[in-house]
């Protein structure tokens, strides 16, 4: 198998295995047995529940109602017990909450499909996934048999569509289109932060930015049709670098923009540095989750540490960041404060925006305390 991760199980009496795919970095389950039609919901939730994972040999659409059942199941709201635990504290109710969506997550991710090497699902009625597939894993040089998470898969789905149809960007007039495994923009209200704020004046002469981390390259769009005639985008991962590249050339802003892999920051110097890190300091639970969650607080940090030394005399540096991690005890507003102060920095100014997206008004979401107080903030950063 050639070191990929190996799935292994017993069917019809014998010995099988087959490459193991999992985008969130499952390992193979240990346990399988073979599921199909005849099984029940509540038979594949109890199994799954108990760890055991099920290797679909029945009809595609019929797995997909029993994942949707077997999702209702995860979904309900436990009984009320005595002496249920409840949250002291916000920063308790955000770790029971990643605790009880990983558990959810990794018992939905053991209903199974098989693959074959071309991304054709060998069962009955089965959706032509092979593009969605071809595009979520890129060219490779060695395809094989595979099983995967029918969870996994809609999710592979899922970005597909968005990458065909785009997210609309409203100061772009256009729309961004997202890659597999690239954080899609549909927070809009920080790109209208990157849109609105005024820019330094040292750009009317010295027209040149930095995009830190640009995932799609939306930031990076932005500045350039806002005026800024060269912007230099960073990233390290493969796919967002693809992705950048990809949507500005659909913008034809290429003479703009030069998307470099880069370790936060390029070399030289700009008159504007931008940055849009993770916005949680806590440790993401698959390699997916890196667009939200930056554990210790890396990239924040490594960009304040970074800023004053590629910041022209007079530039600006503008961190975009949620509020959210000190509604939920995770980073106080002091400790931010004292990490700018710490490098050399000051703030020039602050531009706040309320977020608007649905859970804001979920009251069933166990964070919803903190998602309702919370600001999305554009930092206005010099050099002291």
Known sequence: ?????????????????????????????????????????????????????????????????????????????????????????????????????????????????????????????????????????????????YIASLRGLQGIIGTYEWRKNGVEIPPLGARIHPHYGVFAPIRSEYIGLVNDAPLPKLTCTHSVAFDIGTGTGVIAAVLARRGIKRTTATDQDQRALACARENIARLNLTAQVEVVQADLFPEGRASLIVCNPPWIPAR???????????????????????????????????????DLAEHLGLRSRAELLAAIDAVGLTVLGRIDVKPHHPRVSDTSDPLHAARAAELTSLWRLTAK
């Open 1 to 145: 198998m050639n070191n990929h991760p190996v799935i292994r199980w017993v069917e019809a009496d014998q010995e099988k295995s087959a490459r193991w795919r999992s985008e969130s970095g499952t390992p193979p389950p240990k346990r399988v047995v073979i599921a199909d039609d005849r099984m029940t919901a509540d038979t594949a939730y109890r199994l799954a529940c108990e760890g055991t994972a099920l290797l679909w040999r029945g009809d595609f659409q019929n797995a997909r109602q029993l994942l949707q059942a077997m999702t209702r199941r995860a979904s309900e709201k436990p009984r009320e017990r005595k002496n249920k635990k409840i949250p002291a504290t916000p920063t308790e109710a955000f770790h029971l909450h990643r605790l009880a969506q990983s558990q959810r997550a990794r018992t939905l991710g053991l209903l199974l499909i098989p693959f074959n090497a071309d991304h054709s699902i060998p069962l009955r009625r089965a959706p032509d996934v092979h593009q969605a597939c071809a595009e979520a894993y890129g060219l490779e040089t060695e395809v094989q048999p």
């Open 284 to 322: 993401p639970s698959s390699p997916l989750e890196h667009a939200i969650f930056d554990p210790e607080s890396r990239m924040l940090l490594g960009f304040l540490n970074g800023l004053a030394a590629h910041l022209e005399s007079g530039g600006e540096g503008w961190l975009i960041l949620s």
